[in-house]
């Protein structure tokens, strides 16, 4: 069962565009939800996380949004560059039981900026 | 500063064999955790340690099995190697007051 659901799965861009990649979740004990990038042969990066008391978070070029009563977050690059081509992965964790400092993640969002 | 270290980079075995991954955390950070990456997926959680003790186990076989040491390095270990073992294996650390988790490169698993 997957507990994070991202959308979509490849996402093809102009520079300059502004992808926009989209993730759910269900499990209410969910307190913390981070995104990560990650370049072939690479481990993930964090990029930005943001958590449920704040509807919008902004680093740099990226903006995280997050819908507490529907359940999802998306993350939003501005001016995208084709050196943000990499996969993207939104990711949950929680502060109790089994979602306890263990990171849930979705499948991943292959993006490509075209120069 | 150091981030996530872990060796080795890449890894060869046959099936049946047991190998040993090793993980040093960012200074500071007291907790590790285990992942497993399969191609073209997001990564699963295997373990995660705190103050050598195990914090939380992800639906994996006893085939797998870690330990985290005073200076909060870890080891992953897998016995009886199968192919669907093959993947990149990350180690990611924390501080324990937070949910920040910091991956390293990871080592690159093929089991043939």
């Known amino acids: 069962q997957q507990q994070v659901k991202q959308s979509p799965q490849s996402l093809i861009v102009q520079k300059g565009g502004i992808p926009i990649i989209n993730c759910a979740y269900e499990?209410?004990?969910?307190?913390?939800f981070p995104w990560y990038q990650q370049f072939p042969g690479k481990g993930p990066a964090l990029l930005i996380a943001?958590?449920?008391?704040?509807s919008e978070k902004k680093e740099g070029r990226f903006t995280i949004s997050f819908n507490k009563s529907a359940k999802q977050f998306s993350l939003h690059i501005m001016d995208s560059q084709p050196g943000d081509s990499a996969t993207y992965f939104c990711?949950?964790?929680?502060?109790?039981?089994?979602?306890?400092?263990?990171?849930?993640f979705g499948r991943g969002t292959q993006l490509t900026v075209w120069p | 500063d150091a981030g996530v270290t872990q060796s080795p980079t890449h890894l060869i075995k046959t099936r049946g064999q047991q190998v040993t991954l090793r993980c040093s955390p960012i200074?500071?950070?007291?907790?590790v955790s285990w992942y497993q990456q399969v191609l073209g997926q997001g990564p699963q959680f295997i373990f995660q340690y705190y103050e050598k003790e195990e914090r939380g186990r992800g639906n994996f076989p006893d085939r797998f099995s870690a330990r985290q040491f005073p200076n909060y390095s870890s080891e992953l270990n897998v016995n009886a190697l199968l192919l669907g073992d093959s993947a990149l294996y990350l180690c990611?650390?924390?501080?324990?007051?937070?949910?920040?988790?910091?991956f390293g490169p990871g080592t690159r698993l093929t089991v043939l």
């Open positions: 943001i958590r449920p008391d704040v």
């Open positions: 990611a650390s924390s501080l324990v007051s937070t949910n920040e988790q910091f």
């Open positions: 499990n209410t004990a969910f307190d913390y």
């Open positions: 200074s500071g950070h007291k907790s």
């Open positions: 990711a949950a964790s929680g502060d109790r039981g089994s979602t306890l400092g263990r990171l849930y």
